[in-house]
């Protein structure tokens, strides 16, 4: 705590505090992801944990070629998965672009789907390359649109270059705009990041900075969401929240694209950061994909047999 309170936010206070952190034992950290991802769970675990996936799910669409029609199907999907089935829950949030935050917020609204958030990708999304200006520019725009999350891209190139200051004070920024109008998620784009220790350095840098949530990647850089540098990012909520009592949520996005994938995912958080991040305010996991196949096996455990594709919509 003591060497928490002295960081100041200057370059110099950045630096002596990152250097405190142990070094991550990468042998250790990919044979305990490993081990965890054999852990199998009964099938009465699997029915809770497929709906608590589902609720944790970000339903993402960031292409170019996104139109209005896409972006309301997949609100409407996000609101009631299965239309056949009420007792499934809806997704924790719809994530956009910028540009289709306001066709996804009223058309929510106007079908029942008030507390479902909108996240929308923000500072120059996914390269993190433009000015200050524009990145604040990019945030307010997407606050007023009705996004109720922004999934900030941090720069990597200034991280690299071990320029701390400089990740911290546009963090802080992008923070002050969200205020209490919208949750911050940090995208450290941990598959640029190289290293173990850099994912942990960032980590704290953006908490540090006053991220509600840290997340790994934008999906469009591979590797993504591998299942080490998720538990090395939720090591570092779960100590951080030791550090100060501030609990800080994780959200992987990449790469995860079935069931099989999300429980693992669920195991990791449950064995590492503890039962409490169990939760979609402090666990969701990006995705399209996923959500059919969360639906297909969640059919199959209902009906006793797989569903044909042709029952879950196409993304």
Known sequence: MTTYTIIDGSESSLKNFLKTLPGVDQVGAEARAAMLATRSIKSASKSFAIDLAISMVDLTTLEGADTP????????????????????PHVGAICVYNDMVDIARKHLDAIGGKEIPIAAVSTAFPSGRASMAVKIQDTQDAIAAGAAEIDMVIDRGA??????????????TIKAICADRAHLKVILETGELVTY???????????????????????????????????????????FYTMTGTRIGVKPAGGIRNTKDAIKQLVLVNETAGPEWLTPTLFRIGASALLNDLLQQRMKMRDGRYASPNYVTID
């Open 69 to 88: 029609g896409k972006v309301r199907a997949l609100c409407s999907k996000g609101l009631r998965p299965d239309p056949t089935d009420s007792t499934v």
């Open 159 to 172: 991280f690299l270059s071990g320029r701390f200051g400089e990740v911290f004070e546009e963090i802080q």
């Open 197 to 239: 220790d850099n994912v942990r350095k960032a980590s704290y840098l953006a908490m540090l900075a006053g991220a509600d949530f840290i997340k790994t990647s934008t999906g469009k850089v591979a590797p993504a969401a591998t299942a080490p540098v998720v538990l090395v990012m939720l090591e570092a909520v779960r100590d």
